[in-house]
């Protein structure tokens, strides 16, 4: 407490003290003004900084703001207190009494002067009395460092964890604000931050409404623009993250002044505030000011990569880089994270699928390493980090067999920990990446079978899909569970939409299961209209052709004509397959041998066909074989590619098997070639491999087949 040492005195007319209100602010300015240099003036602004003019004469404005503030600014602010009291004494004459500082106001490191505030809200000095009558003067908090001041005038800080526990509400954080103001404000953004993250989507809602309703809010928004320059750049980039997690439109002035001492203050960027800077920068929306920090954030990791040290904040900022950050910065950062690999815990090498899928950059290398550390650690794993996991490798196109199987394995092991939905969400990702766990996919067939609660009209169509996509059948229970399935689906039949319906029985068509409620009510006229006219139509006259395919081919019990309308087929691309071709030249003795691009009935087409004899030893030429004989057999030959077949196997999905099974019935002997395999095999390796396929076991190991071959 700052006082005077006069002897006591009368009360003051109001008149006394306006003019000695007036006198102390004109003496204040008069010692001010001064310490200023004329060619580097101040200039207030909306933001309630002082920033320098733009006309100075030499130096920068870095040095100024950093070197000169000691100089000047601070030196007025420590006599604007000597001799600032003008008291008035009994027989009226004006006294000025000096004053002993006893305390020095300093900077250790401030980036701009505050303006001066002269509304009594905000006064830097208090005027008080003593029981004597005397006037003393109390140096306003900011402004006092001693222990005594600090004891009796100056709040306690408190850390942002405690509020949080003290707190329940956001409202209860502003209520300590109110009462009394410590510094930094950031504390009080991130321990409501901290507490809304406790809450429910509701009562999120509701407190954040409150909170932007409370008195106190403005007026910690404003004590948050004053201390941006001053508080420590972290906790400005903590106190800007919650402030736009707590919903604070971004286009408000507390923001853009926070975003713009962001941008002014990169270069104090150390490893801890890279990783909020990133995270940061995730959270706010797109515009100008978001841009060009990026930019500079790009620029300041580019620099510093090679210095990170800590896993967490290196993956921290490959995760909320961007993925639009340039390929070299990308390169950089997967140059020493491989680099960082023996720091890796089991935890960030699971973390790094997800790193890599946020900044959307394949590096096989460091996802490969990242799987077999996985793999060492896979147990005891939660269902979160599983489905991350897989997750990250469909969004990467990553397809590793050993770590799919591995997890698949894992949870079939452990099968009675998880429940039916989590399995079912991992059968889910795993369709999506055409892996078909087959142990995993019979157990839950099994639990579906035992707990048919389970099905409802959400979940049906995708449990369907997925077996059908995969095309996984087990002989012991598939009739068993896709009757379970389609009883389910005929309870809540008139709940269900058309296209569902449709999609529905596509599926049973894939796996050759025909319920005969679905189709009756599938082929009511007004559903077939709707599906005609309403939804994505191309898609809906797809599964319409399948059905009747079906209906038409598989020899069920039921069948009605559909006479429907349907547009005509697109006619289908005619693709040349020049290797496989060249390869049948040869190995059959001449194109007359074989025919291209085949259509057949039922909207089916075929690369090439081939007539043999029954026992599929010889091949005859075109002009010399019937399709009526029964001692012809006629060959289907499908080039196909690797999307077709699950994951790593021959085994066909969904589509092509339901195709194989018509060709079949229609009396082909199906052959199916791998487009990728036929590109890795020479000539050679090529025509073994279709030898192998065309004629029979017997007849390639009994006949003597005459191969004009030219290798």
Not at 247 to 260: D, E, F, Y
Not at 370 to 391: E, R, V, Y
Not at 521 to 529: A, F, S
Not at 674 to 703: G, H, Q, R, W
Request: with cysteine; aromatic share 10%.
């Amino acid at each position: 407490m700052l006082t005077t040492t006069s002897e006591p005195f009368e009360s003051v007319s109001v008149h006394s003290k306006m003019s000695y209100k007036a006198g102390s602010f004109l003496w204040n300015l008069g010692q001010f003004s001064p310490l200023v240099p004329r060619n580097r003036t101040l200039r207030l602004y909306p933001l309630k900084f002082c920033r320098p003019n733009v006309s100075h004469s030499n130096g920068n404005l870095r040095n100024f703001l950093l070197n000169d503030f000691g100089n000047g600014i601070q030196t007025s602010i420590r006599y604007l207190f000597q001799d600032a009291i003008i008291l008035k004494s009994r027989d009226g004459s004006l006294q000025r009494k000096g004053l002993n500082i006893a305390t020095v106001f300093k900077v250790d490191r401030l980036h701009c002067p505050k303006r001066l505030s002269f509304d009594p809200r905000h006064s830097l000095v208090s005027v008080g009395t003593f029981d004597d009558g005397w006037k003393n003067v109390n140096a306003h908090p900011k402004f006092s460092s001693g222990p005594e001041l600090s004891k009796e005038m100056k709040p306690t800080p408190i850390s942002y964890r405690k509020l949080s526990q003290e707190c329940n509400s956001l409202s209860d954080v502003l209520d300590m604000f109110s009462k009394a103001p410590t510094f930094p404000s950031s504390h009080y953004f991130s321990a409501m931050w901290t507490i809304a993250k406790r809450m429910s989507e509701d009562q999120k809602r509701f407190e954040k409404h409150l909170m932007f309703g409370h008195p106190a809010f403005n007026q910690l928004c404003d004590h948050m623009m004053r201390e941006a320059r001053i508080m420590h750049y972290h906790q400005l980039l903590f106190s800007l993250y919650a402030i736009v997690k707590l919903g604070v439109p971004q286009n408000t002035l507390v923001v853009q002044t926070s975003l713009r001492m962001v941008q002014e203050r990169i270069n104090e960027c150390d490893e801890k505030c890279l990783s909020i800077l990133s995270a940061l920068l995730k959270a706010l929306d797109p515009c100008k000011n978001v841009d060009a920090l990026r930019a500079g954030l790009w620029i300041l990791v580019e620099q510093r990569v090679w210095k990170i040290e800590s896993v967490i904040t290196l993956q921290t900022v490959m995760k909320y880089i961007g993925n639009d950050a340039p390929i070299a910065l990308k390169k950089k950062l997967e140059i020493k994270a491989l680099k960082e690999l023996d720091k890796f815990s089991p935890l960030n090498s699971q973390r790094m699928f997800e790193v890599l899928a946020a900044m959307n950059h394949r590096s096989v290398a460091l996802l490969s390493e990242c799987s077999k550390k996985f793999i060492d650690n896979i147990h005891g794993c939660p269902f979160k980090i599983l489905f991350s996991i897989l997750q990250s490798c469909k969004e990467l196109k990553y397809y590793n067999l050993d770590l799919f199987k591995e997890i698949a394995d894992y949870v079939a092991t452990t099968f009675d920990i998880w429940s039916l939905k989590q399995v079912f969400f991992l059968l889910v990702i795993f369709e999506s990446l055409h892996f078909r766990p087959i142990d995993l996919m019979d157990l839950f067939m099994k639990k579906v079978i035992e707990k048919s609660e389970f099905l409802n009209s959400q979940n049906i169509n995708s449990i369907l899909y997925m077996y059908s996509s995969l095309n996984h059948i087990d002989k012991c229970q598939h009739k068993e569970f896709l009757e379970g399935i389609s009883n389910a689906l005929t309870g809540c039949l008139h709940h269900i939409s058309s296209e569902n319906l449709l999609k529905a029985m596509y599926a049973f068509c894939m796996m050759n299961y025909f319920p005969l409620a679905l189709i009756n009510r599938l082929l009511q006229k007004e559903i077939i209209n709707e599906l005609l006219t309403s939804g994505d139509i191309e898609r809906n006259v797809h599964r319409l052709r399948v059905l009747d395919t079906c209906l038409k081919l598989d020899g069920i019990a039921y069948h009605s004509a559909m006479d429907l309308p349907l547009p005509p087929l697109p006619p289908a691309p005619l693709l040349s397959h020049a290797k496989v071709a060249q390869v049948l030249n040869s190995l059959l003795g001449g194109e007359e041998y074989f025919a291209r691009n085949v259509r057949l009935p039922h909207n089916y087409h075929i690369d090439f066909e081939i007539r043999m004899d029954a026992n599929r030893s010889q091949a005859f030429s075109f002009s010399e074989a019937n399709v009526t004989s029964t001692n012809v057999q006629r060959v289907a030959v499908l080039c196909v590619p690797r999307s077709l077949y699950c994951l790593d196997s021959s085994h066909p999905r969904g589509f092509l098997a339901m195709k194989v099974r018509h060709l079949n019935i229609m009396g082909f002997h199906v052959i199916l070639v791998n487009n990728s395999l036929m590109k890795k095999l020479n000539m050679e390796d090529a025509s073994k491999f279709l030898k192998t396929k065309i004629y029979s076991v017997e007849a390639t190991l009994t006949t003597d087949v005459n191969l004009q071959s030219t290798y």
